[in-house]
């Protein structure tokens, strides 16, 4: 568990609106300092179509994998009775309308799409074409980087 405070960052994680690719590489990757980018996806179709209506119109027979916890966190350290150990999440296979309908346990479960295998290309790939190929602020920088889909 020290290895990973090594890691830590305290005190606030800025946030920026759009940044330059000339800001965003002085500011932040030069520093290895992280950010929090606002705007960059004010434009996609994705911010104006992407809701439970949506999706569950064009997707709700589609099953994805969904993770589920008690409290939203998984993937993490927890410390229980026994001492700490670290919590996964339970992962299930379920409709996006199953999704969206919150058919869960009770309403303290927290569930999530968050497959390690990229959800959105694997399960979701019709989605795909409410988003652009990539970020212009990463393409300038670094290339293509295959950085959204």
Not at 20 to 44: E, H, Q, R, Y
Not at 60 to 85: F, L
Not at 86 to 99: C, G, H, N
Not at 110 to 115: C, D, E, M, P, Q
Request: proline share 7%; with cysteine.
């Amino acid at each position: 568990m020290d290895d990973t405070r090594d890691f830590w960052m305290s005190g606030d994680i800025e946030r920026v609106d759009c940044p330059s690719p000339l800001i965003f590489m002085k500011d932040f990757v030069a520093k290895n300092k992280p950010c929090i980018i606002t705007g960059l996806m004010d434009t996609w179709p994705a911010m104006g179509l992407w809701n439970p209506a949506y999706l569950t119109e064009i997707a709700g027979e589609t099953e994805v994998h969904v993770n589920i916890t008690p409290n939203g966190h998984g993937d993490c350290i927890a410390s229980v009775s026994q001492g700490d150990v670290f919590v996964k999440p339970l992962e299930r296979k379920m409709k996006v309308a199953d999704f969206f309908g919150h058919s869960l346990p009770n309403d303290s479960f927290v569930a999530y799409l968050s497959h390690q295998n990229d959800n959105l290309r694997s399960e979701l790939p019709f989605l795909s074409n409410d988003i652009p190929e990539s970020l212009e602020l990463v393409d300038e920088l670094f290339g293509p980087l295959d950085a959204v889909k």
